[in-house]
């Protein structure tokens, strides 16, 4: 299943906002150094308890300084810890991320380096701005050394703490952030919300409300900032949240198991033969799923209840269109068959491996099937071993539903198939006998209409209890973490 420590990683560059006396002073002079740096912050930085469902399952750090020994630069530095029962494995993710931008107003970003350390792998990024792009150098264990040259990052001083900025100039602010993991930019925007007032330490205090939003995790992150500069709390939807703790209280972590905790218990069991079955069709009434994630296809169809409920009603069967030729022409625009930093699909092993799983087979359909038994067969079940990037599971063969599913997903698009990986929940009977949806992720592909696989679980066709809310790994379905209920199953 999908390691829930796959969090909102932008969290590592918002976690640094706050409140500037500023805002009450009116509009402020033209300024030397960018707004964000003349903001009130705690010194030497700030430190956050992760919770999910109220158990500590990480802690945040982060910090934005001048650099006293480099005149006209400022350095972002965030770290962050996540720590967690999977099954019967510990998994454990380090990251690191410093970011050096020019300190004047519209300061470039001139460097960042990436840390990473446990579960997904290990690896350092080092970019720096040249006049022709970015030029990232990337490391791992036991790997050449690499040199990715990606475009120009529009990144500014101000997107580093958008949060502060927007206080300071009492309006929105749209900027853009280049991601450490895949090293995209993505648009990002700040607006500020209403004041309220809690009562903190025995003394009423008035908070104001700062939500910001990423075109790549779509998950409105909301923070509560005190007039002093303070972050009280960070909130990643209702179940997620960052509370201001001291370093030593920040560090103390629960020991949770975040399969139990997760997961979405149902009100009756689905007989193993039944749920698995293909064709078949399952539906489920369900509490708590915005309208946002009900995009009707093929597959899943929606009726809206009187009760505010949905009956979600999943079907899976075999592909009706005619065999095709590979390589495909993708419909969503090209997209699903690029490579990137994760999806390594133009990498020289995987596409090797790709050649040799498909031999002479032209056919897509047959290719795909090939590619998902090969690596359903191939790769070892093992929770908190994971890896984050293509050729790293390639080389390790082994890992959960995401290690499965990226593996998957790169071997088919090098073979000119359009795939993605799709982001939902599944039904299991664990060891305990409670029915319940526990959070996953398999595979799409196109081959001439898009057909869902399982490699994890060796499904051709993944089965009608696959219920998916979003794709390609991103965090917009955190947030119905804690959220879902389902009050009805009819098979």
């Known amino acids: 299943m999908t390691r829930t420590s796959r969090l909102p990683l932008l969290l590592l560059l918002l976690v640094g906002v706050g409140f500037s006396a500023a805002e009450a002073r009116g509009p402020a002079p033209k300024a030397r150094v960018s707004d964000v740096l003349r903001a009130p912050r705690p010194e030497g930085g700030e430190w956050f308890g992760l919770y999910l469902q109220g158990k500590k399952v990480g802690y945040i750090f982060t910090d934005l300084t001048p650099l006293p020994r480099e005149p006209g630069k400022a350095r972002l530095v965030s770290e962050y810890v996540f720590k967690a029962k999977v099954g019967a494995n510990v998994s454990e993710r380090y990251l690191r991320e410093e970011r050096v931008y020019e300190s004047k107003p519209s300061g470039r970003l001139l460097t960042f380096k990436l840390e990473q350390r446990g579960d997904g792998g290990e690896q350092v990024l080092e970019a720096m701005a040249t006049p022709d792009g970015l030029r990232v150098l990337r490391k791992r264990p036991g790997v050449p050394n690499q040199v990715l040259n990606q475009p120009s990052s529009p990144e500014t001083i101000e997107d580093a703490d958008q949060a502060r900025t927007a206080m300071i100039r009492n309006e929105t602010v749209r900027g853009t952030i280049t991601d450490g993991q895949d090293l995209r930019a993505y648009r990002v925007t700040t607006t500020l919300g209403k004041h309220e007032e809690r ?30 500069g303070a972050m009280v709390e960070i909130h990643f939807g209702p179940m997620l949240v960052a509370r201001a703790e001291p370093m030593n209280v ?44 009900q995009e009707p296809g093929t597959r899943q169809r929606y009726v809206a209840k009187p009760d505010g409920s ?71 079940k093992e929770y908190g071993a994971s890896a984050d990037r293509a050729t790293d599971v390639l080389r390790q063969r082994k890992g959960d539903c995401t290690e499965h599913s990226l593996l998957a997903v790169s071997l088919m698009r090098a073979l000119g198939l359009p795939a993605k990986r799709t982001d939902g929940v599944v039904y299991m009977l664990n060891e305990d006998g409670v029915p319940a949806f526990y959070w996953h992720e398999w595979v799409e592909v196109w081959v001439g209409e898009w057909v869902q696989m399982d490699p994890t679980f060796n499904q051709t066709i993944a089965d009608a209890t696959h219920f998916a809310l979003g794709e390609e790994g991103n965090a917009e379905i955190t947030p119905l973490i804690g959220q879902l209920r389902v009050t009805g199953v009819r098979f």
Do not use: C
């Open 250 to 293: 920040a560090k103390n972590l629960d020991q949770v198991e975040v399969f139990g905790l997760t997961r979405i218990v149902l009100p009756r069991t689905i007989p193993e033969a039944r749920a698995r079955q293909v064709p078949s069709e399952v539906t489920f009434t369900v509490k708590g799923l915005p309208k946002r994630f």
């Open 310 to 380: 949905v009956d979600v009603t999943i079907r899976a069967s075999h592909p009706k269109a005619a065999p095709r030729p590979r390589p495909l022409a993708d419909p969503s625009g090209g997209k699903y068959l690029l490579s990137d930093i994760i999806v390594e699909s133009e990498d020289p092993a995987i596409r090797a491996l790709a050649q040799q799983i498909a031999g002479t087979e032209s056919d897509a359909w047959t290719t795909a099937r090939k590619v998902n038994a090969w690596v359903a067969r191939n790769l070892k």
């Open 199 to 228: 009562t903190l330490a025995g003394v009423k205090t008035r908070l104001r409300r700062v939500k910001t939003l990423s075109e790549k995790e779509k998950v409105p992150v909301e923070a509560l900032l005190t007039s002093e």
